[in-house]
């Protein structure tokens, strides 16, 4: 009997940290940034869709910062204000971001920051670069929520 319960109590060791590891992965949330704990973050935070792009809500929002997939995508309201930048500028329905390119040339990682927004906001994504775009139509509404300010992305063409 010792040799039927010990391959028995292998299979549910093992069943029970497989779900533990699954339990532990839909925990993932980001690490709230320095400015989070704003009454303007957390106004922004609560505005998030549920899901993005089918990927559910890792954990409840903290601090203004929330995850979804696994923490494949991340979003963190508080951080530091860009200064202006020659790094690429891309403005998606009405909200300005900045692409961090050193950042997705050396870990593939995306990583945009809002532009002539106050508080200012980050959104890191892991995976195809090609579902970005869709990600920040799905955060638009929430990144509304923060007030513009005076700045502004321009090209090139508008400096010279």
């Known amino acids: 009997m010792r040799r039927v319960l010990t391959p028995l109590a292998g299979l549910l060791l093992c069943a029970c940290a497989a779900t533990s ?30 899901s993005l792009l ?13 995850s979804w997939g696994s923490g ?20 998606v329905d009405g909200v300005d971001w900045v692409l961090d390119e050193h950042l997705l040339n050396t870990d593939s990682t995306a990583r945009l920051t809002t532009y002539g927004r106050r508080p200012a906001s980050e959104f890191t994504y892991h ?25 502004k992305c321009v090209s090139l063409r508008e400096v010279g």
């Open 54 to 66: 089918g990927r559910p809500r890792d954990a409840p929002p903290r601090a203004g910062a929330v």
């Open 127 to 151: 995976g195809p670069r090609e579902e970005v775009a869709g990600y920040l139509v799905s955060l638009r509404d929430a990144v509304r929520a923060a007030p513009r300010t005076e700045r």
């Open 21 to 50: 590891a699954l339990a532990g992965a839909r925990q993932a949330t980001a690490t709230p940034a320095p400015g989070g704990r704003s009454a303007a973050c957390a106004g922004l935070v609560a505005q998030v869709p549920a």
């Open 72 to 91: 494949r995508a991340e979003l963190r309201c508080g951080v530091e204000e860009l200064s202006p930048t020659a790094d690429p500028c891309i403005e």
